[in-house]
């Protein structure tokens, strides 16, 4: 776990798994460049927590392709070279088929799309541009449990995740003979400040219990699976997924 020399580039970084995943990152040595969409101020709070140094935020919304590629050659100019990247930026959003209308459910799910599949994809070309050039590099995506379950009220949600680990996979088995190395981190429910009005209200505990262990995940856990996953040693592993869900959710 030894990540000294190495350029990491989080997306979404600045609150709850993805600065969990760059406080962890920075500790073992890492510099870390976090990308922010709007949330400035949280950004540099992550940023000011981390040891070491040097470390970057950048601004870029993941849905916009000029915005992704402008944030890869930012990373690689500032740093020199772009080791691992994290794609963490993602959304969910509520869309039961029976209750929205036509309208709503065509937008949610361009949303949803651009910004969980189609934005880690296009954050994995600009890089692996790169990479092959080098000749090596790490990427690991943070996936759901949903993809595999599904998500009655969040289908657009499960299929973009179920996508994500399908590139993954299929880059997973290109990439190998360039050195770059493709995984996967697959948690369930994750205690952070976007979730603790969920985990405060009525359905806390049933969600709680949904894991023997009788309670979430912490992001700490989330961000040891992606460390685990980006350290060397583990090229064997590429298109792996790693469950992160507290056996909530059991697959075979």
Request: net charge neutral; charged share 20%; hydrophobic share 40%.
């Amino acid at each position: 776990m030894d990540f000294s020399g190495k350029h990491i580039l989080i997306t979404g970084g600045s609150r709850g798994i993805g600065k969990a995943i760059a406080k962890a990152f920075a500790k073992h040595g890492a510099c870390v460049a976090i990308s922010y969409n709007t949330n400035l101020q949280a950004a540099h709070e992550t940023i000011d927590s981390l040891l070491g140094g040097p470390h970057l935020v950048i601004q870029a919304d993941v849905s916009q392709p000029d915005s992704v590629k402008q944030l890869i050659d930012t990373v690689i100019s500032k740093f020199g070279k772009l080791d691992i990247v994290v794609n963490n930026a993602g959304i969910i959003n509520d869309l039961r088929i029976d209750k929205v209308d036509y309208a709503t459910w065509q937008r949610s799910w361009k949303e949803i799309l651009e910004i969980n599949l189609i934005g880690p994809a296009n954050i994995s070309y600009c890089a692996i541009q790169h990479m092959m050039k080098k000749n090596g590099g790490k990427i690991v995506n943070i996936s759901s449990r949903g993809a595999f379950r599904g998500e009655p009220d969040c289908p657009a949600y499960g299929a973009s995740k179920a996508g994500l680990n399908a590139m993954s996979q299929s880059l997973a088995q290109k990439l190998a003979k360039h050195n770059i190395f493709i995984g996967v981190v697959a948690p369930g429910f994750v205690e952070t400040d976007m979730t603790s009005e969920t985990l405060s209200g009525p359905n806390g505990d049933e969600i709680r219990n949904q894991s023997p262990i009788g309670r979430v995940a912490r992001p700490e856990e989330v961000a040891q699976a992606v460390l685990f996953l980006a350290a060397e040693g583990s090229e064997y592993m590429t298109g792996a997924i790693i469950d992160v869900n507290g056996a909530s959710y059991l697959r075979s």
